[in-house]
């Protein structure tokens, strides 16, 4: 996980936020608990906050999933239900980030179509019956959305500042 333009944390060995975030919540779904939505998640932007916490939501359910033992099939449609709702949500933020003329919002955008196939990718392989992929899905689920909300939005909301746009 990439921790460009993150500040280190003293309370993990010096480690970025976001990666300090991430483990934390990477050892919550490990445990299978649920990911709790918490303040250091924000970016400031009530529209976006909330479409984050709903695909905090997706991840809990697949997690949730995972822990019952559900079978691939399950997984499966519950990763489409997130990848249909991550592609509104991309969609959004990048309509906000295009009629700010924030001037980062090409490479913003190249890093969701790039999360999108990833995610693609991890269907795919399960729909064709390959094993023991959901954990690893859920750990570059956990890891991904950490860094893009704490690195790439916290960027943009900076960027837009007062406007609050929601």
């Known amino acids: 996980m990439s921790t460009r333009g993150s500040s280190a ?3 993990f060995g010096g480690a970025p936020l976001p990666v300090r975030i991430a483990a934390e919540l ?21 529209a976006i906050d909330r479409q984050h916490r709903t695909l905090v939501d997706c991840i809990n359910r697949l ?8 079978s691939s099939g399950v997984i499966v449609a519950l990763l489409g239900d997130l990848a249909d709702y991550a592609h509104e949500h991309f969609r959004f933020e990048e309509r906000l980030l ?4 924030w001037p980062k919002a090409p490479d913003h955008a190249l890093a969701h ?17 390959e094993r023991m992929l959901a954990t690893p899905l859920l ?3 956990v890891e ?7 690195v790439d939005d916290i960027a943009y909301a900076g960027f837009l ?4 746009p929601t």
């Open 26 to 46: 990477s050892l919550r779904v490990a445990a299978g608990r649920p990911i709790e939505w918490t303040p250091v998640l924000s970016v400031g932007i009530d």
């Open 9 to 11: 944390h003293p309370g």
């Open 63 to 70: 997690s949730e999933a995972n822990t019952c033992g559900r």
């Open 161 to 164: 500042g007062a406007d609050n």
């Open 139 to 141: 750990m570059f689920l």
């Open 113 to 129: 179509r790039a999360f999108e196939a990833q995610v693609h990718e991890f269907s795919r392989r399960l729909a064709a019956g």
């Open 98 to 101: 295009e009629q700010h003329g």
């Open 144 to 150: 991904w959305l950490t860094e893009h909300i704490l």
